[in-house]
Structure formats: structure tokens, C-alpha cells
């Protein structure tokens, strides 16, 4: 959904106001534009989506209706009084203000505003404006940016920054109202604005009843209900997640009806976010989310059509047939082309040279590495995993023993013993172990074939890891009370040794790129703030310091994470038929989140307990990282605790005790619900603050802004710059190692590229991959970075605007900072052996593919 800008002169109305002071309006809007993926359905079939991308080409006319014109009293303002007020105490309420005129050509798909300009004759009753009601009478909605009030008396300029969809008023069962950039806590509002504040909160929440309309601005909770979609059949039928047995983050509700074949789950179809939530200020040069919806509807069965009809393998046959993706293309067959229309949205959305080739752009490692082989360095095999700590969480009396059965004396730790390898912190684990195990047996009853995987680590002396040993587990053959029958691969030794290494390692990369996607990604940012985004929109006001803290690190997610549902992890979508857990993804998830710890997503928590870091009073940020040089951390803690810094200064602006905390209703009520209702299946951990004190307040505060913003840029905006070689990071195994005297070995011994690429991701679900994470890791050309915001009027407070200005210079300095330590050729692990740059947590970026930038929020 996209708008546009078109400026015109509209004559204002004054009513019956006293003559006077003459006061003059701003209203900027933008008209209703149709950039998404089902207008889009018969241009694609006309091949003309690259014009409409690219120029705005006129083709929608039809949908226009009445945004071909604004006639007459379309438009009504009434100011609401801040300071005056009515015989009921509220405040007044002054005569309607209509907008009114008329736009006689089509909007063309450019970003541009429509800036109403209104002249009235001022009423000193009135007092000073907090608020303002706006009626539409049009048949089409439009979204409000701003109104802006000039020369008001005692009182200068007055910003409304709305950015809120305005539809028919016959839709509303009280008109839309909005308020000032002015901040209060419940205690100092206004009294002439209390009632009116209150009552716009109660519609926010809404009474969770009936269906939900895409017009109505309702935030409600529900649990994982329509991932499945029993009615097709049994098998695309998924578990109720979250509110039961299973734990997970709530979800916002959408009220549809119950599936036929099982009244819990919701039927399939459009998932309703509330609508100020759903993209509206996207350009339509980037339409990332829209993406996501074109590559399920069309890019899919156009690449399946290929594969159906045979016209390519569905098997890499060496690693050059990978390298081509990037640096010849697939061709698409000219008969394909002409008989398959959908082929052409693939040629107008993606990379083509000419006619009939598919060609990706090379990963971004790939592009500095000009050998393509570091990727295959045990070295690199390391430097790109998350390094955790083993935290053993499988019931013995159901799962028998699952212990490590790597033996000691054979770790080759550089002449360390055992012993003194533990005390001087350099022995580390990546553990997929408990997460994968209670699920291998299931997975590999399906076309994959799974491992639950450990692999010690060993800190040398100069600053690096190395893998010292690889253990694959297997559920035991009888049965799961019998424990884990385990292989251990250590470092290559003779050919056969070596070719069982990479496939060990692959296997290894399999579960670490998946767990990555699933947790790291998905469930610990964009799950775990839905909840928040909710919570906050029923419980803090829009004039709630809290709220305009927050609201900018919420722009998008709800809707993202809709998309995600329809698209993504839903049963049949693209995570199940690409990555390893397939239809047990999101279950696996859920099994993880049952041990989430919000205070171990601060990021210092979460080092210390992963193991990387120490607590230690003489450090400058108050612990000590094990290793020195490890990029994420380093970056990181710069980040964090500028964040911090920024969020103690706002707070400290309107809670200056911890009694003033403790007053606020709003704020209590905020983090009752997010922890009792949008964490609901934890709410009974010990852990959770109880927002008690300032320091709690501005430890969730940071923890919150940290996860949406940096923490989701780390483990977002690099998928495909690093793990856009499918090589490096594959997502599906579908062969166990081979034993020897099988033809499988032997064709390891034999051809030991055909034998890795039979084990791997193929074909067509590498395509799938390399699609969904080159949409996932663009920044689109109207992104805000953290310390930016997209109006600078977004707070009345000149202590808020002075704080916040003191956030965005500190960022250009670490800016600046976390460049020059790349430039530190000591600092071997910044780079790493495909000498690419760790950037990701650089505040800026370009629009694009650029493997830096920290946005506000998880908007894709």
C-alpha cells in the first residue's frame, strides 16, 4: 500500500466562530494507493509489473472510485479544548471545519502528500487545542499524516502527528479523534482531555468479540490458531501453539471462523492486523512485504512449473552448478516463457539477462572473495555460528541418557588438558543437541533426515575458534528411553576422513541455519514483540511518554508477522518445504520459547549466560568478554548501552521516583497484560520485573528497543549476503552419513562434490531460499535507523528532542568507531577468512542489499 503527494488550495470554513485572530491549518494526507500483491495480478499477467514499478504507469483507474476527487464537505475537522470545557467537563468542542474543493487527475504511484491549507477566524473561547476530531465522508479511505496549527494565541505552532488510516464515518462508532505531540502521564492530563483520552484506549481494545474488518484499529491477543489448514486434510493439519500444553507468544486475534474439521484452528485466508498497522508508507520501488506474497502466489508454481516439466534437474551436480546461480543463471526455456504467464513476474521481479535467465546477485562474501572457497575453511565453519553454552533440558525419565559421548582424551587442545582448558574459558559448544533430538525421529520419518548435533570449540591462542570435535546424534532404535547412539568426527585425517568432515560439518551448519531462522530469528525477535505491540496499544494512550518511546520500534511487525503466518511458517509454506524441521518448525519453536528469559534477551545477560562473557566491575560497560574479538558483542554492547543511556534520560523526564512509576495506571496496566496475557504461558516465572522502580522500567524499555532494533538487524540483514551460498548455509539434509560399503560411500570416495550436493538443499528449494532471503535482508529507500524518527515533531518535550538528539550523535560516533576497528588488521575475527567485514551492527545503511544498518523496528 502506497500514496501519494499532490498539493492544492482548499478553501476552510469557519462556521459560526467569533471573528478574530486568524488561524491557519496544515492537513497533510495521503490518498489510498493500491500497491499490493492482488492488484497486482492482471498487470503481472500483462508483463507490464516493471513499468508499474518503475514509473507509475496508469493502469488502475478502476480501483481509484471516488480518490479521483475530493468533492465538497468530504472532509470535517473539529478542535478539540485541552484547557476549556464543556457543561460536562470535557473539552469543547468547536463548530466542523470542512476541507473542501476538488482534485481532478488520477494519482500516479509516487510518495507524495496532499497539503491542505486553511485560514479561519480564531475563538479565544476555545482556549488551547489538545485534540481533534475528523470525519470522512468519502467512500475510500486516506491516510492522515499531520495537522499542524499556526499563530494559535499563547501558544505558537501546535503538531498532530496522526499517520493513521481515516476511512467512512459510518464505520466508526465514535468519531476518530487525535491528539497533540504534547506528552502526559494519566496523573497530569488535562482534565478537559481525560475523558477523551480514556475513551479512545477502550476502543483500541476492543471487546473480543466477532471477526475482525480490515477498517477497524482493534489490538486483541489470541494463540497460534492458523498455521494449518485441516480442511484441506489431515496432513496440513498443525497444533494449537501457545494458551494449553504448549507454550508461545500470543498473537494478535483476527476472529475468523473456526476450520470444519476442527473448530480450535481459524480457517486459512487474509489475516487482519489492525490497520494502522498494515503498510502505508512503503515506496512503491520496494514493496518488500508484497514480495513475500508474489513469491508464494506466483514465483513458486512458476519455479515448480520448471522442475515439473523437466526442463532442469533438481540436483546441483558440482559446486560450479551453485556458482552459476550467481554467475551464469538458470535459463528458463523459451516455451516455458510464452505458455507459463506466471514466469513473468519472476522475469519483472528478479534479476534476468535477457529474456530467459534467472541469475541472483552474488552474496555479498562472495563478491570480496573472488576464489569462492573460504566458505569451506574450518575456520569460517566457526566464525559464523552463534557460540552457545550446553544447557541440558531433556527429561532422562522420558529420553533416557542423553550425555555427550565425545571422549576427552581425544580433543586435540593445543597441549592443554581437559581441565585447564575449562578453567581458562576456551573450550565452547554449539549445542543443538536438546532442541533437535525429541523431534529427529519424526523428521526422519519424513524426505529429510536429521541429526541433533554438538560440536566443541577450542579458543587458540590467537583469538580464533577451532572445531576440535563434531558429535551426530540419533534417537536410539529402541525407542527413546534408551537414550542417543552418537558419532564422533574429529579433524580430517586421509581423504575419506576429510570428505566425512564437511558432510559432518554441513549436517552441523544444517541445524545451526535452522535454528537461526526459527529462534534466533523469528521466535526471539519478531514473536516476542508482537505481545508488546499489543499490550501497548490497549493500555498506553498515544500521549503517553511510554508510548512515544516505544511506538517507533513496533512500525510494522504486526503485519510482517501476519505475512509470516500466511506465507512463511504456515503448513505447506515456504519455511516447511525449505528447512529441516519441516512441519515441526514452529512446534520446535514453541518448545524453545518454554525456556525464554526476558531478562536474558538484555544483551550483557545474555552473554554471561552464554558463556562469552564475565562480570567484571573494572570494564568499562561492567563485564569482560572471554573472547576479546567477537564482533557481535563488541558492537553490540556499544549499542546497548547507548540505548540504555537514551531510554534513562526520557525516562527520567516524567518518572522522577519510583513512586511516580508505581502511580501510573496506564504503565501498570501495560506490563500486567504483556506479561499475563501476551507471555501468558509464562507469566508465573519468577524472573519477569515488577515494574516496581524506575531501573526496571528503563531495563524493559532497553531490552524491548535493543530486540526490535538491534538485535533483529544482527540476525536479519545478513541472510543472504553470507548465507545466500547455499553451500555455506544449506537448510536441508536429506541423507545420513553413509557407512562404508554402501554405494552411498562410495560415491563420496568417488565424486565427493555430488555426494555433498545429494545431502544438501536442492534445486528448487535453493531457489526458494535464495528468493525469500534476499527479499528479508533489504532495507527498503524509506527505512528509519535507530536514533532517527520519521516526523521531528513526534514529542511536544524540548528535553525529549534534546535527549534524543545527544542518542543520534552518540550512534555516529560508534558509527565511526566500529569502522576504524574494521580497518584493525588484529583483529582477525572482524573480517575472517572471507574477508568480508562485520558491519551488521553499523546504525546507517543505503536502501538495498548492503549487509549493514540497524532500522527502528522489524518491519521485514
Not at 484452528?265 to 494502522?276: F, L, T
Request: with cysteine; aromatic share 10%; hydrophobic share 35%.
Amino acid at each position: 500500500m502506497v500514496s501519494v503527494r499532490r498539493s492544492a488550495g482548499i478553501r476552510g470554513r469557519a462556521g459560526i466562530l467569533n471573528r478574530g485572530h486568524k488561524i491557519k491549518w496544515t492537513v497533510v494526507l495521503m490518498r489510498k494507493n493500491v500497491l499490493d500483491v492482488d492488484t497486482f495480478t492482471d498487470v503481472a499477467a500483462t508483463a507490464n509489473i516493471g513499468g508499474l514499478i518503475g514509473t507509475g504507469i496508469n493502469v488502475i483507474g478502476s480501483t481509484v472510485d471516488a480518490l479521483t476527487a475530493f468533492l465538497g464537505r468530504s472532509v470535517s475537522l473539529q478542535l478539540i479544548s485541552s484547557t476549556q470545557s464543556d457543561v460536562n467537563g470535557n473539552g469543547k468542542v468547536v463548530k466542523d471545519t470542512f476541507l473542501e474543493g476538488i482534485i481532478a487527475s488520477l494519482p500516479t504511484l509516487e510518495l507524495e502528500n496532499l497539503a491542505f491549507s486553511i485560514h479561519f477566524e480564531w475563538d479565544d473561547s476555545m482556549g488551547i487545542p489538545g485534540a481533534f476530531y475528523i470525519k470522512n465522508y468519502m467512500q475510500v479511505e486516506f491516510f492522515l499524516k499531520t495537522l499542524t496549527l499556526e499563530d494559535v494565541p499563547n501558544q505558537g505552532t501546535i503538531h498532530f502527528v496522526c499517520n493513521s488510516w481515516v476511512y467512512n464515518s459510518k464505520l466508526y462508532k465514535s468519531p476518530r479523534i487525535f491528539f497533540s505531540n504534547k506528552p502526559y502521564l494519566p496523573s497530569e492530563t488535562p482534565a478537559p482531555l481525560v475523558k477523551y483520552r480514556e475513551e479512545d484506549l477502550k476502543i483500541l481494545r476492543g471487546d473480543g468479540k466477532g471477526e475482525r474488518q480490515e477498517h477497524e484499529r482493534i489490538y486483541d491477543y489470541d494463540v497460534y490458531n492458523d498455521l494449518g489448514n485441516p480442511d484441506r486434510n489431515e496432513n496440513h493439519a498443525r497444533p494449537i501453539l501457545g494458551g494449553s500444553t504448549t507454550f508461545l507468544t500470543s498473537q494478535g486475534r483476527t476472529g475468523r471462523y473456526p476450520a470444519r474439521n476442527d473448530p480450535n484452528s481459524e480457517k486459512p485466508g487474509d489475516v487482519y492486523v489492525p490497520r494502522d498497522e498494515n503498510f502505508g508508507h512503503l515506496k512503491s520501488s520496494d514493496f518488500l512485504a508484497n514480495s513475500i506474497k508474489f513469491l508464494t502466489r506466483y514465483v513458486l508454481p512458476a519455479f515448480e512449473s520448471v522442475f515439473d516439466l523437466n526442463l532442469t534437474p533438481n540436483e546441483f551436480d558440482s559446486f560450479q552448478d551453485v556458482r552459476d546461480l550467481y554467475e551464469g543463471g538458470i535459463r528458463l526455456p523459451t516455451e516455458v516463457i510464452s505458455t507459463k504467464r506466471r514466469l513473468l513476474v519472476i522475469k519483472e521481479l528478479f534479476r534476468t539477462d535477457g529474456e530467459q535467465v534467472l541469475k541472483f546477485p552474488p552474496p555479498r562474501f562472495l563478491q570480496v572473495n573472488e576464489e569462492n572457497s573460504a566458505w569451506m575453511t574450518d575456520e569460517e565453519f566457526v566464525i559464523i555460528n552463534e557460540l552457545l553454552v550446553s544447557h541440558p533440558c531433556m527429561d532422562p525419565t522420558i529420553y533416557g541418557d542423553q550425555n555427550s559421548k565425545i571422549p576427552a582424551e581425544v580433543l586435540d587442545l593445543e597441549g592443554c588438558s581437559l581441565e585447564e582448558a575449562i578453567n581458562g574459558r576456551r573450550l565452547f559448544i554449539l549445542d543443538y543437541h536438546d532442541v533437535f533430538m525429541p523431534y529427529v525421529r519424526r523428521i526422519n520419518e519424513t524426505h529429510a533426515k536429521a541429526y541433533a548435533t554438538r560440536t566443541i570449540l577450542f579458543l587458540k591462542e590467537d583469538g580464533t575458534l577451532n572445531p576440535v570435535a563434531i558429535e551426530l546424534s540419533l534417537p536410539h532404535p529402541d525407542g527413546d528411553k534408551s537414550g542417543a547412539i552418537s558419532d564422533v568426527i574429529l579433524p580430517a585425517k586421509g581423504r575419506c576422513r576429510k570428505h566425512n568432515l564437511a558432510t559432518s560439518q554441513s549436517l552441523c551448519h544444517i541445524n545451526d541455519s535452522c535454528y537461526h531462522h526459527l529462534m534466533s530469528h523469528w521466535l526471539n525477535t519478531h514473536a516476542v514483540i508482537e505481545p508488546f505491540v499489543i499490550a501497548t496499544n490497549r493500555q498506553l494512550s498515544v500521549i503517553h511518554p511510554i508510548y512515544k518511546l516505544l511506538s517507533p520500534h513496533y512500525r510494522d511487525t504486526m503485519n510482517i508477522n501476519a505475512l509470516a503466518r500466511q506465507n512463511l511458517i504456515n503448513s505447506d509454506g515456504i519455511i516447511e518445504r525449505t528447512f529441516l524441521p519441516s512441519k515441526f518448525s514452529v512446534e520446535m519453536s514453541s518448545a524453545v520459547y518454554k525456556n525464554w528469559v526476558f531478562t536474558d534477551q538484555a544483551l550483557p545477560a545474555d552473554l554471561i549466560k552464554r558463556g562469552m562473557a564475565v562480570e567484571d566491575s573494572s570494564s568499562p560497560y561492567g563485564i569482560r568478554l572471554v573472547i576479546e574479538d567477537y564482533p557481535y558483542a563488541v558492537d553490540g554492547l556499544e549499542i546497548w548501552f547507548a540505548i540504555k543511556e537514551w531510554v534513562q534520560d526520557y525516562v527520567s523526564l516524567y518518572y522522577p521516583t519510583d513512586n511516580d512509576l508505581k502511580k501510573d495506571p496506564e504503565l501498570q496496566n501495560w506490563w500486567k497484560e504483556a506479561v499475563e496475557v501476551g507471555h501468558g504461558d509464562l507469566k508465573d516465572k519468577p524472573w519477569w520485573p515488577k515494574m516496581q522502580t524506575v531501573e526496571e522500567l528503563v531495563e524493559s524499555c532497553t531490552t524491548i528497543i535493543w530486540t526490535a532494533s538491534a538485535l533483529h538487524a544482527a540476525v536479519n540483514f545478513g541472510q543472504y549476503p553470507y548465507g545466500g551460498l547455499i553451500l555455506n548455509r544449506p537448510t536441508l539434509s536429506r541423507r545420513l552419513l553413509p557407512e562404508q560399503g554402501t554405494a552411498e560411500y562410495e560415491e563420496m570416495v568417488k565424486s565427493h562434490q555430488k555426494a555433498y550436493l545429494r545431502t544438501i538443499t536442492p534445486k528448487l528449494e535453493t531457489l526458494i531460499d535464495l528468493t525469500t532471503i534476499e527479499i528479508l535482508s533489504k532495507h527498503a529507500s524509506d527505512e528509519v535507523y535507530l536514533g532517527e524518527r520519521d516526523n521531528p515533531h513526534w514529542t511536544f518535550d524540548s528535553r525529549a528532542l534534546e535527549a534524543f538528539q545527544r542518542f543520534g550523535n552518540k550512534l555516529s560516533e560508534i558509527e565511526e568507531k566500529l569502522t576504524e576497528k574494521n580497518k584493525d588488521g588484529r583483529l582477525s575475527n572482524r573480517i575472517g577468512p572471507v574477508e568480508l567485514p562485520y558491519t551488521l551492527l553499523h546504525p546507517t545503511s543505503n536502501e538495498g542489499l548492503t549487509f549493514r544498518g540497524v532500522p527502528n523496528s522489524i518491519s521485514i
